[in-house]
């Protein structure tokens, strides 16, 4: 995916994934368009790239649009189903309200059970595992101490 995009449509990836945070983009859309020079249809175009890429998710704007790409990828059969729960009744979600959700959708509470499952399953922080910098620390195979230190009259 990233091969097939233009030498701007680079940049502005590289101007984006530089404006990350834990995997977040945290940045307003018109800033990294006053950043990049770029407008903003363009930018748009290269964040659903990204959030594409594996893992899916990473560059999202928020909680809900990370889960809404990786259900669309995971689950596109029930797609509709979750981008509805996630949009319209976060915070009976958030809450465990099953019965309200059931009820404000006007579908079983079967069907609700079944959704959060495949919502608990997605991943809130995709990219967390590259974002760890205590992953990145080398561990030596040897390690050199300076135990004493000889004074000049000691060698001679």
Not at 36 to 52: H, L, M, N
Not at 72 to 90: A, G, H
Not at 126 to 137: A, K, N, T, V
């Amino acid at each position: 995916k990233v091969s097939k995009l233009s030498e701007v449509e680079k940049n502005v990836a590289f101007e984006i994934m530089g404006n990350l945070e834990d995997g977040y983009l945290r940045i307003p859309i018109e800033e990294l368009e006053t950043l990049a020079g770029i407008e903003s249809a363009v930018i748009e175009k290269v964040i659903k790239v990204i959030q594409r890429l594996d893992p899916p998710g990473f560059a999202a704007r928020n909680l809900v649009e990370c889960l809404l790409v990786q259900a669309e990828i995971k689950y596109p059969q029930n797609y509709f189903l979750l981008e509805r729960i996630l949009t319209i009744t976060l915070k009976d979600l958030e809450a465990h309200r099953y019965k309200d959700i059931a009820r404000k959708l006007k579908i079983m509470e079967k069907e609700v059970l079944n959704a959060v499952a495949q919502i608990t399953s997605l991943d809130p922080h995709p990219g967390q595992e590259f974002l760890d910098p205590s992953r990145y620390y080398i561990i030596p195979d040897a390690e050199i101490v300076e135990i004493g230190r000889a004074s000049c009259r000691e060698r001679v």
